[in-house]
């Protein structure tokens, strides 16, 4: 029998140490009550005297499932900074070595020639009709001129442009285009501040790990191990700095700023996992399966430390995402697919999978065209009130500055509550936050009985939501799919039992919970109890790629009952 150690000898040679980004997590159990001893039975009454029979209580009254939980959470204030932050954050990441240089891709904003500012871009309208017009355009290149020739005007933010033209830019480039605003960051809005610099440390970070050394010639046991143990080392301990140093000056930043540094450090985690595991083994390595199965899983085991940097800091990206309202953004779909790719059993993208029907919360505008990040620095708290305005955002994101505003006054416009307690839901989903379930039930339980069936379907699904983890964190830790606790569907049954489209997306959201978070111990009659659960959704769903997947799930979990 070979040694597993001895196989993987390449492999532990790689091994540095690191730190990693931490979440704080607590968790508890409550002492149980001590047992109640039994009462002493009633005594037996006299001969004479003849017992009453046994009354029969009255049967319970069925429970509400919309009545209003008693124990809503409230989301608390984003912590926005208030100093712009030290020069000293962007010129450590500056000498970062080890990072790659930028490729000429990064280089075209920094010769690109941008047409001359708008003389009527000096008024706060003005500024806002010319961005929206130039974000209108669909060239990249076109746009971004466009937008160049918008840094002058006295109507938007100091920095605002330039830090939009980060956003829309390739990650890698986020250095190249800010770095000679450094110089001007004190004179910045602290918020806008923080994200510059923050786009300068992503930069670095989206340009590391740096391509390996290449091995040249035949990949026998001795020279792989000469070039594991000298060239790839010495390769993967700079780039093992290089991540830690980036990292560590991006804690530093607050809100937006440590948002985007957060993900892209857990985005180079991975690619760095990825090209370490691609370093070449012996060709007869490669031709024994039983060989490579005992190396790669060592190698693995060894690149656990790596992966938690990645999971703890993809997850305080997030957390920070949600902070500012993202719910669509490239950033957000790249850290949860990378989540989602490294740890299949605690997929952040599950809940996406859940039939809500077509978000109709849908607006054109300058809004609408804005990262939610922008949006948010341009709302003012009596726009956040108008009901043309969340219908605008919604798809993309609800920014810390709209929540503030419709937080401190009820929204009278029913339609505008439908939609904004939609948007809190897909908040919520798309970064596992139960404050936002709450926040969609504090909107739509006010009159449960008015509410329409596609409120109701929401309001249900929100029920649901709310009985399982706090956060991404909290999911991802679970102890086990059963501990997530999404089995309180009974909101979602009340709607899955009438008729129509509706009915069926609850029925189908309630299995697909029940999927997700099975009983412990769950077995054949569990699954078989779904696929029947999806079928009736699929018979009552009109729209052909919901039919679809409702079947396609049917018999998923016909397969598994089978296979149980």
Same mark, same amino acid.
């Given at each position: 029998?070979?040694?597993?150690?001895?196989?993987?000898?390449?492999?532990?040679?790689?091994?540095?140490?690191?730190?990693?980004?931490?979440?704080?997590?607590?968790?508890?159990?409550?002492?149980? +009550? +001590?047992?109640?001893?039994?009462?002493? @039975?009633?005594?037996?009454? !006299?001969?004479?005297?003849?017992?009453?029979?046994?009354?029969?209580?009255?049967?319970?009254?069925?429970?509400? +499932?919309?009545?209003?939980?008693?124990?809503? %959470?409230?989301?608390? =204030?984003?912590?926005?900074?208030?100093?712009?932050?030290?020069?000293?954050?962007?010129?450590?990441?500056?000498?970062?070595?080890?990072?790659?240089?930028?490729?000429?891709?990064?280089?075209?904003?920094?010769?690109?020639?941008?047409?001359?500012?708008?003389?009527?871009?000096?008024?706060? @309208?003005?500024?806002?009709?010319?961005?929206?017009?130039?974000?209108? /355009?669909?060239?990249?290149?076109?746009?971004?001129?466009?937008? &160049?020739?918008?840094?002058?005007?006295? &109507?938007?933010?100091?920095?605002?442009?330039?830090?939009?033209?980060?956003?829309?830019? !390739?990650?890698?480039? $986020?250095?190249?285009?800010?770095?000679?605003?450094?110089?001007?960051?004190?004179?910045?809005?602290?918020?806008?501040?923080?994200?510059?610099?923050?786009?300068?440390?992503? $930069?670095?970070?989206?340009?590391?790990?740096?391509?390996?050394?290449?091995?040249?010639?035949?990949?026998?046991?001795?020279?792989?191990?000469?070039?594991?143990?000298?060239?790839?080392?010495?390769?993967?301990?700079?780039?093992?700095?290089?991540?830690?140093?980036?990292?560590?000056? &991006?804690?530093?930043?607050?809100?937006?700023?440590?948002?985007?540094?957060?993900?892209?450090?857990?985005?180079?985690?991975?690619?760095?996992?990825?090209?370490?595991?691609?370093?070449? /083994?012996?060709?007869?390595?490669?031709?024994? !399966?039983?060989?490579?199965?005992?190396?790669?899983?060592?190698?693995?085991?060894?690149?656990? @430390?790596?992966?938690?940097?990645?999971?703890?800091?993809?997850?305080?990206?997030?957390?920070?995402?949600?902070?500012? $309202?993202? /719910?669509?953004?490239?950033?957000?779909?790249?850290?949860?697919?990378?989540?989602?790719?490294?740890?299949?059993?605690?997929?952040?993208?599950?809940?996406?999978?859940?039939?809500?029907?077509?978000?109709?919360?849908?607006?054109?505008?300058?809004?609408?065209?804005? !990262?939610?990040?922008?949006? $948010?620095?341009?709302?003012? =708290?009596?726009?956040?009130?108008?009901?043309?305005?969340?219908?605008?955002?919604?798809?993309?994101?609800?920014?810390?500055?709209?929540?503030?505003?419709?937080?401190?006054?009820? /929204?009278?416009?029913?339609?505008?509550?439908?939609?904004?307690?939609?948007?809190?839901?897909?908040?919520?989903?798309?970064?596992? %936050?139960?404050?936002?379930?709450?926040?969609?039930?504090?909107?739509?339980?006010?009159?449960?009985?008015?509410?329409?069936?596609?409120?109701?379907?929401?309001?249900?699904?929100?029920?649901?939501?709310?009985?399982?983890?706090?956060?991404?964190?909290?999911?991802?830790?679970?102890?086990?799919?059963?501990?997530?606790?999404?089995?309180?569907?009974?909101?979602?049954?009340?709607?899955?039992?009438?008729?129509?489209?509706?009915?069926?997306?609850?029925?189908?959201?309630?299995?697909?919970?029940?999927?997700?978070?099975?009983?412990?111990?769950?077995?054949?009659?569990?699954?078989?109890?779904?696929?029947?659960?999806?079928?009736?959704?699929?018979?009552?769903?009109?729209?052909?790629?919901?039919?679809?997947?409702?079947?396609?799930?049917?018999?998923?979990?016909?397969?598994?009952?089978?296979?149980?």
């Amino acid at each position: 029998m070979r040694s597993p150690v001895s196989v993987a000898a390449p492999a532990l040679s790689l091994l540095v140490a690191c730190s990693s980004l931490s979440l704080g997590a607590g968790c508890g159990g409550a002492t149980p +009550p +001590p047992a109640t001893p039994p009462s002493q @039975p009633p005594p037996t009454p !006299p001969a004479s005297v003849t017992a009453p029979p046994p009354s029969t209580p009255p049967p319970a009254a069925k429970a509400d +499932p919309f009545a209003t939980p008693a124990n809503l %959470r409230r989301e608390a =204030p984003p912590s926005l900074p208030t100093q712009s932050p030290e020069d000293e954050i962007a010129a450590r990441a500056e000498k970062t070595a080890g990072v790659r240089a930028p490729d000429a891709t990064c280089a075209v904003y920094t010769k690109r020639a941008v047409a001359a500012p708008e003389a009527s871009c000096k008024d706060g @309208p003005a500024a806002r009709a010319a961005l929206e017009k130039a974000l209108a /355009i669909a060239d990249a290149a076109k746009r971004d001129a466009a937008l &160049g020739a918008l840094e002058a005007c006295k &109507g938007l933010p100091r920095g605002f442009v330039r830090g939009l033209r980060a956003e829309l830019a !390739p990650a890698a480039c $986020g250095d190249v285009l800010v770095k000679d605003e450094r110089k001007n960051l004190a004179s910045y809005d602290p918020v806008v501040a923080h994200a510059l610099v923050g786009y300068f440390v992503a $930069g670095r970070l989206a340009r590391t790990p740096s391509a390996p050394p290449a091995m040249t010639g035949a990949a026998t046991r001795e020279r792989v191990q000469a070039f594991v143990s000298g060239p790839f080392k010495q390769w993967f301990a700079d780039q093992a700095r290089a991540l830690e140093e980036l990292s560590n000056v &991006g804690v530093k930043l607050g809100f937006y700023g440590r948002a985007v540094v957060a993900v892209e450090a857990g985005l180079a985690e991975i690619r760095f996992v990825e090209t370490v595991r691609a370093a070449p /083994i012996p060709a007869a390595w490669q031709a024994d !399966p039983e060989l490579r199965v005992v190396y790669y899983g060592a190698l693995d085991q060894m690149l656990e @430390p790596r992966k938690a940097r990645m999971r703890d800091a993809l997850l305080v990206g997030l957390r920070d995402m949600a902070a500012v $309202g993202v /719910i669509r953004d490239a950033r957000v779909d790249r850290a949860r697919a990378g989540l989602s790719g490294l740890y299949a059993g605690r997929r952040i993208d599950a809940l996406d999978g859940l039939m809500l029907g077509d978000d109709d919360a849908a607006g054109g505008g300058l809004f609408a065209a804005l !990262p939610t990040f922008y949006a $948010g620095l341009l709302l003012s =708290p009596d726009e956040a009130k108008d009901p043309r305005v969340v219908p605008q955002l919604a798809r993309r994101g609800l920014p810390w500055s709209l929540r503030l505003g419709l937080a401190s006054a009820p /929204i009278a416009d029913k339609g505008q509550r439908a939609a904004y307690a939609r948007a809190r839901l897909d908040l919520g989903r798309t970064h596992w %936050r139960a404050a936002d379930y709450d926040a969609a039930l504090g909107l739509l339980l006010e009159d449960a009985a008015a509410l329409d069936e596609p409120s109701r379907l929401v309001a249900a699904a929100a029920l649901a939501l709310r009985e399982g983890p706090d956060d991404a964190h909290a999911m991802m830790n679970a102890a086990s799919p059963s501990a997530l606790n999404l089995r309180k569907v009974d909101a979602l049954d009340a709607v899955a039992g009438g008729k129509g489209e509706v009915a069926g997306r609850a029925d189908y959201d309630a299995a697909l919970l029940a999927l997700l978070s099975p009983p412990e111990g769950a077995g054949k009659a569990h699954f078989t109890a779904l696929a029947e659960r999806f079928r009736r959704a699929a018979s009552k769903l009109v729209k052909p790629d919901e039919k679809k997947r409702a079947e396609e799930a049917a018999a998923r979990a016909e397969a598994t009952a089978r296979a149980l």
